[in-house]
């Protein structure tokens, strides 16, 4: 049973970092293209931010260009998200993916990330 298992969310003031960790025991990582979403209170499911199998390719969504940051460790089958300068906009509950084209998707339950002075 593949599991995603998200943390490092909290309560940030306005301008503050928190980084995010994903976690894929038991998943085939390095064949696996991941990526984080978010999604707050009345709103879709977004994309934030995606990486490529080996991270040598990276996308973000234009609202978190700049200040988030995508990164992955395929030796410790783990996903990152730096979030610099964040905004009370960034507030909503983070959730990573694991997906590659013939492959099962999965993901992870969500961090709350909560940006408030």
């Known amino acids: 049973q593949v599991q995603l298992v998200e943390s490092g969310g909290g309560l940030v003031q306005p301008g503050g970092s928190l980084r995010l960790s994903c976690a894929a025991p038991g998943l085939l990582f390095s064949d696996f293209g991941m990526s984080w979403h978010r999604q707050s209170p009345g709103n879709n499911l977004e994309l934030v931010a995606e990486?490529?199998?080996?991270?040598?390719?990276?996308n973000y969504a234009d609202s978190v260009k700049g200040r988030f940051t995508i990164s992955r460790d395929n030796a410790k089958n783990t996903v990152y998200l730096q979030m610099n300068s964040l905004k009370p906009e960034d507030t909503a509950v983070y959730y990573c993916k694991a997906a590659q084209i013939g492959r099962p998707v999965y993901w992870g339950r969500g961090t709350q990330v909560t940006v408030s002075s």
């Open positions: 990486i490529s199998r080996t991270g040598a390719r990276t």
